[in-house]
């Protein structure tokens, strides 16, 4: 078994390309957007395993006029790509520059600082602003704070603001239903599995897996190897009209996982009928998976597309693959939805923890030495 990476504009456009070359056997193990360093191949990554039985011949090389075409366009594409990612880069290196001048004019001296250390991690500079504003305000018998103890009232004032719900289900329910939604790319499908093993079947709570997910065909048996593995039930459903049956047909099942097609902003129409039918079945609670390393403007454009589905939670991936948190923090404060669970890596179950506080404070501004300054 070999694993092999493609990379294209789309997953679709990816997953297309590895089928041609691979074959319908080839299973599809992960989909996500392409880290920084391969982004000039394409957008986003899709990883196959196959199995090679027996060593094919290699095909016979094109001739030279067909071989370099290919290959000057190649380097065109990727230097116009390169290109484009240095000037966003330094769109968002001004845009940064210019929110730490108004640092030095608007926020009180002792807060400059850590002003600027949030609007580095991609803080809203107005979030951070009214974050610190607060922070003084619940403290203003300090006549003047030193370094530390800024840190500590700022850290109190983000644990108050915050929201955070490890759980599956709609509180007050018998049966734990937990719908994904998200869009392409975003990790639902790993994290479903992470979901069911580590909050299903190693709590020892008979487990059902349902797909709607009938427009990538390598995507619902991925899935459905990742239940055979795991030891879950698995069903594929061709409609979403066709969910309050299965969850009829499964009420005997504790933990019922629902996975979700990734919708972009170009087949948005055909998600209206998914999110009509989730919204409307009230004890199914809905998380919305966001990647950590989208842009804080992308990632606030896709939480109000998202909107019509009514996630009560957010639910972040691809922790392992940036330094910078702000966005999260960001789409939390704005929305004042719960955070409910945190992802990094492929490994099943390791790599998904409950959201906490402390966590997440820790990752925007750094270790506190005063623990208790945090609330729990």
């Known amino acids: 078994m070999r694993m092999k990476s493609y990379f294209s504009s789309t997953v679709e456009s990816a997953v297309e390309l590895a089928r041609r070359e691979l074959g319908p056997e080839a299973l599809l193990v992960n989909s996500r957007p392409a880290m920084p360093e391969a982004r000039h191949l394409g957008e986003y990554e899709v990883v196959f395993a196959v199995d090679f039985p027996a060593e094919k011949p290699a095909p016979a090389p094109p001739p030279a006029e067909e071989a370099e075409q290919p290959t000057a366009m190649d380097q065109v594409t990727r230097e116009v ?11 968002e290196a001004m845009g940064r520059s210019s929110a730490l001048v108004t640092a030095r004019n608007s926020v009180d001296p002792e807060f400059a600082d850590v002003f600027a250390t949030l609007v580095s991690a991609g803080v809203d500079a107005l979030l951070a602003q009214d974050l610190l504003q607060r922070t003084r305000s619940r403290n203003l018998r300090d006549a003047r704070l030193d370094g530390q103890g800024v840190r500590n009232a700022l850290a109190q004032e983000l644990a108050a603001s915050l929201r955070v719900d490890a759980s599956l289900g709609v509180a007050g329910e018998s049966r734990r239903i937990t719908a994904l939604v998200g869009p392409p790319g975003g990790g639902k499908t790993t994290t479903l599995a992470k979901l069911a093993l580590r909050y299903g079947l190693m709590q020892k709570r008979p487990t059902q897996i349902l797909s709607l997910d009938n427009y990538r065909v390598a995507a619902a048996e ?40 990734g919708h972009s902003e170009a087949d948005w129409e055909d998600c209206r009928e998914l999110a009509l039918v989730l919204s409307q079945t009230r004890e199914i609670d809905v998380h919305l998976v966001l990647p950590a390393t989208m842009k804080p403007a992308d990632l606030r454009r896709i939480v109000d597309r998202f909107e019509i589905f009514y996630p009560s939670k957010l639910l972040f991936t691809h922790m392992d693959e940036t330094g910078t948190y702000g966005a999260i923090w960001n789409e939390a404060l704005r929305t004042g939805k719960a955070v409910s669970f945190l992802c990094g890596g492929q490994a099943i179950p390791e790599d998904i923890e409950p959201a906490g506080k402390e966590r997440l404070i820790d990752m925007l501004i750094g270790q506190q030495e005063d623990r208790a300054a945090v609330a729990a």
């Not at 790509?81 to 769109?91: D, G, I, P, S, T």
């Not at 299965?246 to 019922?256: C, G, V």
């Open 81 to 91: 790509a390169e290109l484009r990612h240095q000037l966003e880069r330094m769109a």
């Open 222 to 261: 991925q899935l459905r190897s990742y239940a055979a593995i795991l030891g879950a039930g698995f069903q594929l459903l061709e409609t979403p009209l066709a969910l309050p049956a299965a969850l009829t047909e499964w009420a005997h099942k504790d933990t019922i996982l629902i996975d979700t097609p």
